[in-house]
């Protein structure tokens, strides 16, 4: 029952930050219809130069993220007006979003070489923030970290729930996202709202990002971004589309994958973990293709 | 009048659909005319011919790595390039191809054509199972779905130590004869052949198969159905496209295709690791596909000999290219490893494919003779006709 409890809440942890980086991605597939796997860019970066402010420069931790979320955002707008944009202008074919989605694999994989440049490739360590000291209630002891994680996430992701259902550029947003023309018609600006939504998505992935380069003994390395592909069953888990949807579906995927690396014996072998979700995945798609908490139409996108 | 009218319409639609048909006949011909028919048979004598002169295991190694991936890319570009699926599940099939036919044609000693089929057949049927699933997903969700089969296939494959030797790897002794030829030791006269000349000979061969199989299903009755779909769902299945059949064929088609790449990815490696079917393979055929020209019949090809060509020529030049770790600068500083140039060039070179040409080297190369035409009309002088 300890164990039970210790591995549920570093699952919830783990599956917190797979809700932010799917959080991510579906904010800016629904303000601008496509889909950008960067996000899992500013996933690596954020960490890094969190470290190379926070650590290297010797800035306060608070103030190293704030550069550090400035300098994501930076690139990925820029990134979005000089590439994104001009291939979704091209407009008509078949193959836009791949493209869009191809370009973005090619940026991703090259950005894990141009960190190993700057950074070198051994694991770097950001003195934790966090604490490491572990918290006992009674006889379960859970990572300080693993509560820091939950509890960041809960304020984000309270945020961004308010931020899409109570003000009017959250509502803008959900409008382009249901039928862009109408949404001009009312006189929303796409531009703007586009804009908002990869500010909102730029700070999910780099929160995830510097989250996960304090994990215990991992450190920030260059392999930090393989999480954005991790983070996407939650899509289809969640159902796609509703930021409730696929943040329930990050953290279950985060519990199901805990809990299967915690409870399966040795015989199943290395890597069963992050196997288990995928196999969930695809048995849900057999018998639920809508997602758990999703609509059918919404995945049409 | 009515009748008349009526007549002249009959008559009319006749007439028309008379010589469709005659087109489509035409049309659907193995080979169109003399002159791809000589074409076929210059590149039967070349596949033969040319490993038989060439000794450098440099350019053995480089052109039996564009054959072979070439296989592989005319699978995704089935999928991708004609059917306008997406998919980053092709490592997947292409390991389950490497994986069988080691099984079969190294561990079993069945002969060169049965491994060849059994893990074309294996794939294909792979791919068929994944149709219920896909069927059900569009755009980015089907992404994710194929996505899933690399992770599970790495689980898969690392974990079953028997067939793939887990994370050391498995040597692929294949059985290389068909019939009374030996690929792995070719004796021609008095003169014996080596290994790799053997595979470059069989790889040629296989890949012009390939191309003539896509190009041709392509041009079928499914195959017309297939680009249908892509360009206009809805419509193609009122004209009585099948959705089922089309996906079915797709599916197969392309994963088949990818098992066949793997089976001869591990002839020409003769060992085989479960850690090169990774992600970033799944991403190679697709740039692959994209330089050379997606929805193009050499595309493909075109695309793996020059993408092949690509960390050979990068390990030779590393020294002269900028922002390049060279070994004397030491450890600090900035600088891309050697190592992870090619990921880089796969990389920008997908972004600048897709941002500048799109249609691929296929593509660039049309634009090219088109440009050569207008330059020599222009040296003419203009006749009245001519705007």
């Known amino acids: 029952m300890t164990d039970f409890i210790q591995l549920l809440v570093s699952g919830i942890a783990l599956g917190c930050l797979y809700g932010l980086v799917a959080l991510s991605f579906v904010i800016v597939l629904r303000a601008t219809g496509v889909f950008n796997i960067l996000q899992g860019g500013v996933v690596l970066f954020a960490p890094y130069l969190v470290y190379a402010f926070h650590v290297q420069k010797g800035l306060p931790f608070g103030i190293a993220l704030l550069i550090a979320a400035v300098i994501c955002m930076a690139g990925a707008l820029l990134l979005d007006r000089i590439v994104f944009r001009p291939i979704a202008r091209r407009g008509g074919t078949h193959g836009q979003f791949f493209a869009v989605l191809m370009v973005a694999m090619g940026l991703l994989t090259a950005s894990e070489a141009l960190v190993i440049a700057i950074w070198g490739s051994q694991p770097l360590s950001m003195h934790d923030p966090w604490g490491l000291a572990k918290i006992s209630i009674g006889s379960v002891s859970l990572t300080s970290r693993d509560l820091s994680v939950i509890g960041v996430a809960l304020v984000l992701l309270a945020a961004f729930w308010f931020l899409l259902q109570r003000t009017t550029i959250g509502v803008s947003m959900r409008a382009v996202a249901s039928d862009n023309e109408a949404a001009r018609i009312q006189g929303i600006n796409p531009a703007v709202v586009s804009g908002v939504a990869w500010v909102c998505a730029t700070i999910a992935a780099v929160m995830a990002g510097t989250m996960l380069g304090t994990e215990v003994g991992g450190g920030i390395n260059s392999t930090i971004d393989q999480v954005s592909f991790l983070a996407l069953p939650a899509l289809i888990i969640g159902g796609g589309g509703s930021v409730f949807g696929c943040v329930a579906g990050g953290v279950l995927l985060g519990i199901l994958q805990t809990l299967a690396a915690g409870y399966a014996p040795a015989s199943f072998g290395a890597g069963f973990g992050e196997f288990v979700p995928w196999v969930a995945m695809i048995l849900l798609l057999v018998v639920r293709p809508s997602g758990l908490f999703g609509s059918s139409e919404l995945r049409r996108a | ?387």
Not at chain 2, 59 to 70: D, I, K, M, R
Not at chain 2, 172 to 179: D, P, R, V
Not at chain 2, 246 to 269: D, E, W
Not at chain 2, 372 to 380: I, S
């Open chain 2, 1 to 387: 009048m009515d009748t008349a009218i009526t007549r002249v319409e009959v008559d009319h639609g006749e007439a028309t659909s008379a010589s469709y048909d005659r087109l489509i006949r035409r049309e659907m011909r193995l080979t169109k005319s003399w002159w791809s028919r000589a074409a076929i048979v210059a590149y039967i004598v070349l596949a033969i011919g040319l490993p038989l002169e060439l000794t450098n295991s440099l350019w053995l190694s480089l052109l039996t790595s564009g054959a072979v991936y070439g296989i592989g890319a005319l699978g995704i570009n089935v999928l991708n390039g004609y059917a306008g699926h997406a998919s980053l599940g092709h490592a997947f099939f292409v390991s389950v191809g490497a994986f069988v036919a080691i099984q079969t044609g190294s561990t079993w000693g069945w002969p060169l054509p049965l491994w060849l089929i059994a893990a074309a057949v294996v794939g294909g049927a792979l791919g068929v199972l994944l149709v219920p699933l896909a069927m059900r997903l569009r755009g980015i969700y089907e992404i994710i779905l194929t996505l899933g089969l690399v992770y599970i296939g790495t689980y898969i494959f690392t974990n079953w130590r028997g067939l793939t030797g887990g994370s050391t790897g498995v040597p692929a002794q294949l059985k290389m004869n068909l019939g009374f030829i030996d690929f792995s030791q070719m004796i021609i006269g008095n003169e014996m052949y080596t290994y790799e000349q053997g595979v470059l000979m069989l790889s040629l061969l296989l890949v012009g198969l390939c191309v003539l199989l896509v190009h041709n299903v392509m041009r079928s009755r499914t195959g017309r159905a297939i680009v249908a779909s892509r360009d206009g769902a809805l419509a193609a299945e009122v004209v009585g496209a099948s959705p089922i059949r089309t996906r079915l064929t797709t599916y197969s088609l392309s994963s088949g295709l990818a098992a066949l790449c793997g089976a001869m990815l591990a002839a020409q490696l003769r060992y085989v690791n479960e850690n090169q079917f990774n992600l970033q393979l799944s991403v190679q055929f697709i740039v692959i596909m994209i330089v050379g020209g997606a929805a193009t019949t050499w595309g493909p090809v075109i695309g793996a000999l020059a993408v092949s060509a690509l960390p050979i020529y990068i390990t030779t030049y590393a020294s002269s290219i900028p922002f390049v770790k060279q070994p004397t600068d030491g450890t600090s500083g900035f600088g891309i490893m050697p190592g992870q140039l090619s990921l880089v060039a796969y990389g920008l070179l997908l972004a600048v494919f897709l941002v500048l040409q799109p249609s691929g080297l296929v593509g660039l190369a049309k634009s090219g003779v088109v440009l050569g035409r207008r330059a020599v009309r222009l040296g003419r002088p203009r006749t009245a006709t001519e705007g």
